[in-house]
C-alpha cells in the first residue's frame, strides 16, 4: 500500500476537528458525554438500518427504523451511572423503561404497516441493538470514577478515564497501523479489507501498546510501574486487537451492501460506522476485562 501524502493530510486535517469535538464531548462533564455518545448513537444506527436494507434489497418502514433506534437508546440509558440524576429523576431509574417501552410501540406499528416484513432483512435489523445500543451501553458503564493502589499510591481514576484510554488506544493503532503498512506493508491481512496488511496491523498493535504503556503514564501521572503499565497496556492491547475485527466486521458489512463509506460524516473517513467500528467491538470487551480482571 503506497503511502499518499494528499490522503493523510485529509485524513489528517478533517481529524483534528473530529479529535476536538470528541475531547469536548469526553472531558467537559457527564452531560457532555451522554449528548456525545447519544449522537453517536443515532448516527451509527441509521447507517446501519440503510447497510442492511441495501443487503437485503428491502426497505423499512419509518416506524420500524425509528422503534428499533428508540428502544436501542432506552437500553443505553439503563446502563447510565447514578451521575445521571435530573430533578431526583435517575435515567436508569426513571428514564430508561419509558424510552424502551415508546421505541418498542413505534416497532409494533412498523411491524403492522402494510408495507411487506423481509423476515431476514429485519432480524439483521434486530443485531443492532447488540451492535450498536448494548456496546454504547456499555460505554456508558466506563464512565465511572475509581481508584487503583501502585505501590503504596492510591491513584484516582476519573469517570472520562476508560473511555478516553479506549478511543485513544484505537486511534494510536489505526494511525500507526496506515503509517507502517503504507512504508511496509506486503502481506494483505484479510480479503475483506485488501489496504490492510500483517505488517502494519502488527505494527500498530505494538506501538499503541509501547505508547499507552509506557509513555503515557509518565507524560500523564510522571510515574511508571508495573500496576500502570499493566492497567494501560492490558486496555491498549485489547482495545488494538478487537478494534480491527470491528473495522473488519464493519469492512464485511460494507462489501455485501455494496458501498464504499458508511456515510460522508467526515472527508477521508466515511461515516459514523465508519469512524466507530473499532469503537463498537472493543468496548464490550474492555468492559468484561475492566470489570473481571481490575475493578
Known amino acids: 500500500m503506497a503511502f499518499n501524502i494528499q490522503t493523510f493530510r485529509t485524513r489528517a486535517l478533517t481529524a483534528i476537528v473530529f479529535v476536538a469535538i470528541m475531547l469536548a464531548g469526553l472531558l467537559w462533564n457527564q452531560w457532555s458525554f451522554l449528548v456525545l455518545f447519544s449522537i453517536i448513537h443515532f448516527g451509527c444506527w441509521w447507517e446501519y438500518l440503510k447497510l442492511t436494507e441495501k443487503i437485503h434489497s428491502t426497505s423499512f418502514h419509518a416506524y420500524t427504523k425509528l422503534g428499533l ?3 436501542g437508546y432506552g437500553i443505553m440509558l439503563w446502563f447510565c451511572s447514578p451521575a445521571y440524576h435530573i430533578s431526583g429523576y435517575g435515567l436508569k431509574e426513571n428514564i430508561s423503561l419509558p424510552v424502551s417501552a415508546a421505541g418498542f410501540a413505534l416497532l409494533l406499528a ?3 404497516q402494510k408495507n411487506p416484513i423481509n423476515v431476514k432483512a429485519f432480524g439483521y435489523a434486530v443485531l443492532g441493538v447488540l451492535y450498536i445500543s448494548l456496546c454504547w451501553g456499555l460505554m456508558m458503564d466506563l464512565y465511572n470514577d475509581f481508584t487503583i493502589r501502585v505501590s503504596s499510591t492510591i491513584v484516582f481514576i476519573t469517570g472520562y478515564f476508560l473511555p478516553l484510554i479506549i478511543i485513544a488506544s484505537i486511534w494510536i493503532n489505526d494511525t500507526m497501523a496506515y503509517i507502517v503498512g503504507s512504508f511496509i506493508g506486503k502481506t494483505p491481512l484479510s480479503k475483506i479489507s485488501p489496504k490492510k496488511t500483517w505488517e502494519g496491523t502488527i505494527g500498530g498493535v505494538i506501538l499503541c501498546v509501547v505508547v499507552m504503556a ?3 503514564p509518565q507524560v500523564h501521572y510522571s ?6 503499565a499493566f492497567l494501560f497496556g492490558s486496555i491498549a492491547l485489547i482495545a488494538a486487537i478487537t478494534g480491527t475485527f470491528g473495522d473488519l466486521l464493519e469492512s464485511k458489512l460494507k462489501r455485501s451492501a455494496g458501498v464504499k463509506d458508511s456515510g460522508s ?3 477521508g473517513h466515511g461515516g459514523f460506522l465508519d469512524r466507530f467500528d473499532s469503537l463498537l467491538l472493543a468496548t464490550p470487551f ?5 470489570q473481571f480482571l481490575i475493578k
Open 69 to 71: 433506534m428508540v428502544m
Open 265 to 267: 460524516l467526515m472527508p
Open 286 to 290: 474492555v468492559w468484561v476485562h475492566v
Open 214 to 216: 509506557f509513555l503515557y
Open 223 to 228: 510515574m511508571n510501574s508495573t500496576a500502570i
Open 110 to 112: 412498523g411491524i403492522f
